[in-house]
């Protein structure tokens, strides 16, 4: 499943794009998307997954944009390529079709958010496609301390689900190891296919996570689905642009 991101700054950092008109399952009777489209905060950077070589291209170039001086700034600049290349080496080990990094800074200080895009996909022969309402109950039982709601987006019926954990790798990641995250995945079915698209939006700002995924919840709104010869073509950004 390939994904296509607008370069256009019609929409503002986490605003839905224009998905009023749109029918969350398409026609009835159409094919299954090939992709979809889903808008980020242009102060967001995208990292394809899915090619080990437009992957590492991305990260090189997320490294030259923070540090552009390699010279002086050769010790921050290892350190960033180090763990980017941990980041979306496990996210790709994990299924991941792309990962998305904020850059955003308030009052000078950076907003750690990111966004991983994953599918899951039924085993041959069997098929993921239950109601929204009998996946969330399931969720529920899987994570009991965490929020667990079904909500309509323009993509379909999605189960958004919020909670908050310990990370592994906080050291690894520079945070300290008590330190809380708040994790918020949107399961969305994908259309005729018996497979979810998971939306996993994270952060370690407890303090400001409430304004967070309210932009993160716009995000997941945006997402559209994408059949063959849709729509134009769109840019993206990241090692792409």
Same mark, same amino acid.
């Given at each position: ?26 026609? %009835? ?7 979809? *489209?889903?808008?980020?905060?242009? /102060?967001?950077? *995208?990292?394809?997954?899915?090619? %080990?070589?437009? @992957?590492? @291209? ?13 010279? /002086? ?7 960033? @390529? ?7 080496? @496990? ?41 929204? %309402? ?5 969720? *529920? ?6 929020? $667990? ?12 689900? *919020? ?19 708040? $994790? ?47 729509? /134009? ?9």
């Amino acid at each position: 499943m390939t994904s296509a991101h607008p370069t256009g700054g019609e929409t503002g950092a986490g605003t839905p794009g224009a998905t009023d008109a749109v029918e969350p399952d398409g026609p %009835e009777g159409s094919p299954p998307p090939t992709g979809y *489209r889903l808008i980020t905060p242009a /102060e967001w950077y *995208r990292i394809p997954l899915e090619s %080990e070589e437009r @992957r590492e @291209r991305s990260v090189r170039a997320l490294v030259d944009r923070t540090h552009p001086n390699r010279d /002086e700034a050769a010790g921050p600049r290892r350190e960033l @390529r180090d763990l980017l290349d941990h980041l979306t080496t @496990r996210a790709a080990a994990g299924g991941g079709l792309e990962l998305h990094l904020s850059t955003q800074t308030l009052l000078g200080v950076p907003l750690p958010v990111s966004l991983l895009v994953t599918v899951e996909s039924p085993d041959p022969g069997e098929s993921l496609e239950i109601s929204a %309402e009998l996946l969330a109950r399931g969720l *529920r039982r899987r994570h009991p301390e965490a929020e $667990v709601t079904v909500v309509a987006l323009p993509a379909g019926e999605s189960v958004r689900v *919020r909670r908050e954990e310990l990370p592994k790798d906080a050291e690894e990641l520079g945070y300290p190891a008590d330190r809380t995250t708040v $994790v918020l995945t949107h399961y969305l079915p994908v259309p005729g296919t018996g497979a979810h698209l998971l939306l996993t939006f994270s952060t370690p700002l407890i303090e400001l996570a409430d304004p967070l995924l309210e932009m993160c919840d716009a995000i997941a709104a945006s997402l559209l689905w994408r059949r063959d010869g849709d729509g /134009e073509a769109m840019g993206k950004r990241g090692a792409d642009e």
